[in-house]
């Protein structure tokens, strides 16, 4: 019921939003083009909220994969809900926490802000996570928001005092290759988990041969944009689970023969 909620008060923004801006604009201009494979810009000089100004890649921890998330602060609507979004997705995935077992980072598109509105940012969303956790929020001058945002395919358009922007998390591998998208405000916790996992090849945090295997059995799917079940894998799987226990049976068998074998021959 939340979620219905929250989706119905996205749409409505969305309308508005698209009421205001010119048609072309927001066909041509907004948007994402997606760059599976391809690196983010890590050499992108960025702010943080204590104001020190470094690489990006200096920012991020490079043992570990990063959420990316692109929002502006001062936005009145579809931010606010993605960032929402994000926290709760980050929240529902219990044994994968920011700061420990991942990068969470928040840039802004938005040159005109500053560390100071990064850190009011930061300081709210830091209440809702475990205090050693980690949710960081930078700001950047338009020359480096337009290096990020360019490496990653974010396409966004000055709609009067406010921006015209898709809504969607990225997600990168420790080495800053970019290894998916998903789109939209809300996200399912199992692809929000299993886009993760991706991004790390399967090995991060407290993840188990189970979450590996989940990871196998289920493929991204370009239309829905959501993780959906191969059936493929999931019957190769199921044949070798079965081709596994047929095989312990057998020798199990085996041996109970031959140990008869053995005792009818000592008497």
């Known amino acids: 019921m939340k979620k219905l909620f929250i989706l119905i008060l996205f749409l409505a923004s969305c309308l508005s939003v698209l009421g205001v801006s010119d048609e072309s604009v927001i066909v041509n201009d907004v948007g994402w083009t997606e760059k599976l494979g391809d690196h983010i810009d890590l050499n992108a000089n960025i702010t943080d909220n204590n104001n020190f100004t470094k690489k990006l890649g200096n920012f991020l921890d490079k043992n570990k994969p990063t959420v990316l998330v692109l929002a502006y602060y001062s936005c009145p609507k579809m931010c606010t809900f993605l960032l929402n979004g994000v926290l709760e997705a980050v929240n529902s995935t219990d044994k994968i926490r920011p700061g420990l077992d991942y990068n969470l980072i928040t840039l802004s598109f938005d040159k005109n802000d500053n560390y100071e509105t990064s850190n009011l940012k930061q300081q709210k969303y830091k209440e809702s996570i475990a205090s050693n956790e980690q949710w960081s929020f930078y700001s950047a001058d338009s020359i480096n928001i337009e290096a990020v945002t360019s490496s990653v395919g974010f396409k ?9 922007h898709p809504a969607g998390i990225i997600f990168l ?13 809300l996200y399912d916790s199992k692809d929000f988990k299993l886009a993760l996992l991706e991004a790390s090849d399967g090995v991060i945090g407290k993840s188990s041969l189970t979450d590996k295997v989940l990871l196998y059995c289920y493929g991204f799917d370009p239309v829905g ?3 959906a079940l191969r059936a493929l894998n999931v019957i ?8 596994l226990f047929v095989a312990i049976f057998m020798f199990f068998m085996w041996f109970k023969k031959d140990k008869k074998n053995n005792e009818g021959e000592t008497k």
């Open 156 to 164: 966004f358009a000055p709609d009067g005092d406010d921006f015209a």
């Open 173 to 185: 591998t420790k080495e800053g290759k970019i290894s998916r998208y998903l789109s939209g405000v």
């Open 225 to 227: 944009k959501k993780f």
């Open 236 to 243: 190769k799987l199921g044949g070798g689970i079965t081709l």
